[in-house]
């Protein structure tokens, strides 16, 4: 397929490109680009397919976007995401979670290991890789379990998984408590050059907590989870990432401990990146005003204090990345009290913008600095620059683009999710920024309804 993008402002973070530009995308790759492109030759076009969320797109041989006043930037990497498939495939899957994805923006994501049965074996993990590869518009990466089973015992095969494509190892939904499991898992991670990704929890201090410990607890007489919690696992895994030279990713950091910490351990070299997630940087404990399983996450929304330690270390580089965890639910397990309600939130369709309204918008972040967050720094944490080209927007590299109209306003409608989770705080929000079209592969696999193809 040919693809003319045409008069659109390029974000390119890796080359420090901002400028309005044309893009030609032909047989997967970009090949040229500069002003006043045209394609080399017309085709014939011809309709009939559904992408994306049931949008009726043109599917031709040649397409002409027309992206005056949007961005042009590399596809968005998540590295957090909850597929639920094997076994849980009534929360989600692979097909509606990669319709999700490309849906807000993403190219590539990478799945997390605690599904049912558990990914932790190569078999496992080549389930969940040809499923993709049939039902995927988008790259899905599945990342393998640290420990059999996640039981803390002993570890998977860890080797297996990652000949097999698994791009990281992770126990996410709780931590290895056993230190010795840990140090283990360390020293093979960096002897295979893959990273260890913490789901930062002492399992011992959460006393069936389900918000955070502060007076809002109080207020809502709900057990509290404190920051200790998270920042006990997250000392102890920087020891370790010290210790053996591994490198380790932080999932979902909340605490403005955690920021301080991973901060000195950059300063000393230790190889750790980490992620934060929108809600985490959106909403802070007060804004849950009822006992709303809505407000139920995993780590919970902290302090106001914490939140703008967040913010500040994603500014400052302390904190490499945006993942969105996204966590869908069953609406039967998001429903009654936050005591007995599931963890988690879904993000997918409502990461970029929530991250435009809050960072972008008061100028926090500016657009090529949300991307290179949203983006880049995703693919060089989990070293997926190989795999998917360099991470820029370059001639010859394979066309992975996301074009996002950053002044459109719109309202969050949770029931116009592809996900089939609909378990999220920010149904009704009126935010800015809005993904028109997301190629992936040089194929158009989400477009918006209201972004029209240009006239040859």
């Known amino acids: 397929m040919q693809i003319l993008i045409k008069n659109g402002r390029l974000l390119d973070p890796e080359s420090g490109t901002d400028k309005v530009t044309d893009i030609l995308i032909e047989d997967g790759k970009v090949t040229d680009i500069g ?20 949008d009726d797109i043109v599917s031709d041989e040649s397409a002409i976007l027309d992206a005056s006043g949007c961005w042009v930037a590399p596809g968005l990497v998540d590295l957090h995401v909850h597929l639920r498939d094997p076994g849980l495939t009534y929360k989600e899957d692979i097909g509606t979670g990669a319709e999700a994805a490309a849906q807000g923006g993403f190219t590539t994501i990478c799945a997390m290991p ?52 698994a791009p990281a190892i992770s126990e996410d939904g709780k931590s290895v408590m056993d230190a010795r499991v840990a140090l283990e898992a360390f020293r093979l991670a960096a002897y295979l050059g893959i990273p260890v990704c913490a789901h930062c929890e002492d399992r011992n201090l959460v006393h069936g907590g389900v918000v955070n410990e502060d007076a809002n607890a109080i207020r809502l007489k709900l057990p509290g989870i404190s920051n200790c919690v ?87 580089g302390t904190i490499d990345c945006i993942a969105t965890d996204h966590a869908p639910h069953a609406a039967n397990e998001k429903f009654g009290s936050m005591l007995t309600a599931a963890f988690g939130i879904v993000g997918l369709e409502t990461a970029l913008p929530l991250m435009v309204t809050r960072l972008v918008e008061p100028g926090i972040l500016s657009p090529l600095e949300l991307i290179r967050r949203m983006s880049t720094n995703p693919a060089k944490a989990f070293n997926l620059m190989e795999e998917y080209g360099d991470g820029r927007i370059a001639v010859d590299n394979p066309a992975d683009i996301v074009i996002i109209d950053p002044a459109e306003e719109w309202i969050i409608d949770k029931k116009r999710f592809a996900s089939k989770g609909r378990n999220t705080p920010f149904d009704g929000w009126k935010v800015r920024g809005r993904v028109k079209c997301t190629i992936c592969d040089g194929e158009i696999v989400y477009k918006d309804g209201g972004f029209d193809f240009a006239k040859p």
Request: charged letters at 25%.
């Open 35 to 54: 002003e006043g492109l045209k394609l080399p030759a017309p085709k014939k076009r011809k309709t009939g397919i559904v992408v994306g969320a049931g």
């Open 230 to 316: 998270e920042d006990v696992i997250t000392a102890r895994d920087l020891v370790l990432a010290a210790e053996t030279g591994g490198h380790l990713h932080l999932c979902h950091v909340s605490t403005a401990g955690a920021v301080d910490m991973i901060r000195i351990a950059k300063e000393r070299g230790v190889h750790v990146t980490a992620e934060v997630c929108p809600h985490h940087l959106t909403m802070t404990s007060d804004d849950i005003r009822t006992d709303n399983p809505q407000y139920k996450m995993n780590p919970p929304l902290r302090t106001p204090a914490d939140r703008d330690a967040l913010i500040q270390g994603l500014k400052e």
């Open 114 to 165: 605690n599904t049912k049965p558990v990914i932790d074996t190569p078999d496992k993990l080549n389930y969940v890789r040809f499923k993709a590869a049939a039902l995927s518009p988008i790259h899905v990466m599945q990342i393998g379990a640290i420990t059999r089973g996640q039981k803390g015992e002993e570890l998977a095969d860890i080797s297996g998984m990652v000949d097999a494509g």
